[in-house]
Each structure stands twice: as C-alpha cells, then as structure tokens.
C-alpha cells in the first residue's frame, strides 16, 4: 500500500531557532499534500494544503510566515517552523492522496512531535 | 465553526458487546464522510467511507442526511478494536482536504 514517511518522529530544539520536518510519498506521486497539527486530546487541524510546484494554501489563522511550506517535487513536502517558540511544541502530521479523484483516502505519515524548550 | 463533532471522548466496552460511535456533522452540501483509526503506536489509516457503503473489520457506518449524522458501529467488539476513532468530512473547500472530528478512544475490555 501506499506509505508515506515523515522525519523526523520526534525533535526537541531551543526557543528561537528553526525546525524542519519532511513528508516523503514513498512509491507514489503526491501533487497536494496536507499538513496537521493536533494538541493533547485534540482533533487534527488542517494547517495547509502543500501544492507542488506552487504556493501552498494556509487556513484561516496559520500564519504562512512561520509556517513554512515548500513542495519542490512530486514526492517531498518539507514544513518549517521558524523562530519556533514553546507554544509550537505539538504534533505534525502530514497526509497525501494517491489519487486526486473523489473519495480518495488520505495516507498519513507517523506524525513528527515536537517540543519546543 | 466545527464541521464534525463527535460527543464521547472516551469509550469503553467489554469484548463480545456492540459499538457504536457518534459522529455529526454540519455541511448543507452533499458531503463525503470517512472514518478513520489509529491503532497504538501506529499512523492514522482509512477505516471506511460512506461511499464504497462497505463493512471493514465488520464495522459499517450509515450516512444519515436527515440526521447529518455518519455514525460507526459493529456489533461485537474485539479486543482489537481499542483505538482511536476519527469521524472527517470532506466538504466544499476544495482540494480535496477534510475536517476531522476530535476523536473517540475506544478501549475493550477483555
């Protein structure tokens, strides 16, 4: 089946530097692939729909300057979270589709926690 | 505003009784209903869709639109069904992306 990997599981970092996390399609093509955070006990929230080859698409209140999203090929999608604070610390996870069509099933990645000191 | 709401955040149930998770959402379109499970210390996967209209690990889920419901239920638990359960929709925002219920902890007890 389809697998998507995302990296790294888990990271830790200081308040003010920035943290990269990667999400591979890994045996097939994704064109959009989507970006979730979800607290303890919470939902995921979608954060933003990644286009490859384009800008992405932020939802309302996510702010796209320190959520940085970038989708240079058919198979990455890489989120960056700058100048990260402690209010960052969450869990991250990217999904794609195989297909574009309706009712496609997303895949998920494992999720990337991150903990912001 | 939150699309999908499903009311109970914990639940549990002994091996061999009926389930049933409740998942209601609020879209005036014609939408398109999944839910989707997370086992222990896996990732998040498709359960079932309310368009195939199948049974997955005997688990069904009827799309109500009177009701605006899309609730999941099996009769007779296992012990392997203890996870996390998420009602999404995929309304009219394009692109394909979906709204996710807050989740459901389903615990048997052997």
């Given at each position: 089946g389809a697998v998507v990997s995302q990296h790294p599981s888990?990271?830790?970092?200081?308040?003010?530097?920035?943290?990269?996390?990667?999400?591979r399609s890994l045996d097939f093509q994704a064109?959009?692939?989507?970006?979730?955070?979800?607290?303890?006990?919470?939902?995921?929230?979608?954060?933003?729909?990644?286009?490859?080859?384009?800008?992405?698409?932020?939802?309302?209140?996510?702010?796209?300057?320190?959520?940085?999203?970038?989708?240079?090929?058919?198979?990455?999608?890489?989120?960056?979270?700058?100048?990260?604070?402690?209010?960052?610390s969450s869990f991250y996870i990217c999904s794609a589709r195989v297909l574009q069509g309706e009712g496609s099933p997303l895949h998920f990645g494992n999720g990337t926690r991150l903990t912001v000191t | 505003a939150q699309r999908v709401t499903q009311p109970e955040k914990l639940l549990s149930v002994f091996k061999g009784a009926p389930v049933e998770l409740k998942c209601n959402y609020s879209y005036s379109g014609?939408?398109?209903?999944?839910?989707?499970?997370?086992?222990?210390?896996?990732?998040?996967?498709?359960?079932?869709?309310?368009?195939?209209?199948?049974?997955?690990?005997?688990?069904?889920?009827?799309?109500?639109?009177?009701?605006?419901?899309?609730?999941?239920?099996?009769?007779?638990?296992?012990?392997?069904?203890?996870?996390?359960?998420?009602?999404?929709?995929k309304g009219p925002w394009g692109n394909n992306r979906l709204a996710f219920g807050k989740g459901n902890q389903v615990v048997v007890i052997p």
């Open positions: 888990r990271v830790i970092c200081k308040s003010g530097t920035s943290v990269k996390i990667e999400c064109t959009t692939m989507f970006w979730y955070r979800q607290f303890p006990k919470q939902s995921l929230m979608l954060m933003a729909t990644s286009n490859e080859g384009s800008k992405a698409t932020y939802e309302q209140g996510v702010e796209k300057d320190k959520f940085l999203i970038n989708h240079a090929s058919l198979t990455l999608s890489t989120l960056t979270v700058t100048s990260a604070h402690p209010e960052d | 014609s939408p398109e209903l999944f839910w989707y499970v997370q086992y222990s210390r896996q990732r998040l996967q498709l359960l079932l869709r309310h368009i195939s209209r199948e049974s997955i690990k005997g688990f069904t889920a009827d799309l109500n639109k009177g009701e605006t419901s899309f609730h999941l239920k099996k009769p007779f638990a296992q012990e392997e069904d203890s996870a996390m359960y998420y009602c999404a929709l």
